[in-house]
């Protein structure tokens, strides 16, 4: 009964920061909510620990990063899977490679959609749903390159980077070295960090206000991938581009860019 409780105050504690009032301390919110000073307290830590809270200085509060993230995953889960399946489709037809929508939930991937390639020898990619950590993915690496590094740090590499393959990334400054490239670049690669011999290349999906919600992605064997990397990149960043202006317009996608090559498919076939 305490804990239904302390849910039930969790609403109008949240209620109460605002754009016209963004910043609360200890006592105001106790005497906005009818609560003792000690209980309110309480409150504000245990928002502040699961993320939907920050303790600026001097004990004063603003909404945390986890609220950006959840609006992030409500986006990514709905209008992102709508205005990116024509697209992952098209990508994925015109390479014959598997291609995924991803977003990020709690500091891992999320994949919420996929379009399985055609080649006979062919990558089956991670099934709709699952999750993987961030840092061994291209969709992973995408989307952590647009956090904040403070944010990255407290959810990320607190804890130590698990190592899947040979070549996975798990020392936190390379990693960070990672991501920096990334942004530099405008997209990721995965060269056989969560599966060997499994390579990929994702690009950021981003909302009407810029912000990055998603990531698209294209995934090939290593003998598939390596001679055409710079030709997938470009198509991935094309499509994720064009995902981002469908997302901003509320308009179903166009099917998106010229990417078809008949060097590249006789290489990749």
């Not at 994720?240 to 317009?249: D, G, H, Q």
Request: aromatic share 4%; hydrophobic share 45%.
């Amino acid at each position: 009964m305490a804990a239904l409780q302390t849910v039930q105050k969790i609403g109008p504690v949240l209620d109460l920061f605002t754009v016209a009032r963004p910043e609360w301390g200890v006592s105001e919110v106790a005497t906005e909510i009818g609560v003792p000073r000690s209980s309110a307290h309480a409150l504000l830590a245990s928002l502040v620990d699961i993320g939907l809270l920050q303790c600026r200085s001097r004990g004063r509060y603003r909404i945390g990063w986890r609220i950006v993230e959840l609006n992030q995953t409500v986006q990514g889960s709905v209008d992102v899977k709508t205005c990116g399946a024509p697209i992952l489709q098209s990508l994925s037809e015109k390479y014959g490679e598997t291609a995924h929508l991803a977003i990020m939930e709690r500091y891992r991937v999320m994949y919420v959609d996929k379009v399985l390639g055609t080649h006979v020898i062919n990558v089956s990619g991670a099934r709709i749903g699952a999750h993987l950590d961030a840092h061994c993915s291209a969709v992973g690496k995408t989307l952590l390159a647009h956090c904040h590094p403070g944010e990255i740090e407290r959810n990320v590499t607190n804890a130590p980077l698990r190592r899947f393959t040979p070549a996975t990334i798990t020392d936190p400054a390379a990693l960070r070295r990672e991501l920096a490239s990334v942004l530099r670049l405008g997209s990721a690669v995965d060269a056989g960090e969560a599966v060997p011999d499994v390579h990929c290349v994702a690009a950021p999906i981003r909302d009407e206000m810029g912000v990055v919600v998603a990531a698209i992605s294209m995934t090939a064997p290593a003998t598939r991938f390596v001679p055409a990397q710079q030709e997938y990149r470009r198509a991935v960043i094309a499509a994720a581009n064009a995902v981002t202006k469908s997302l901003s317009a509320s308009l179903p996608a166009p099917l998106p860019m010229e990417i078809d090559n008949p060097t590249l498919h006789a290489v990749a076939g």
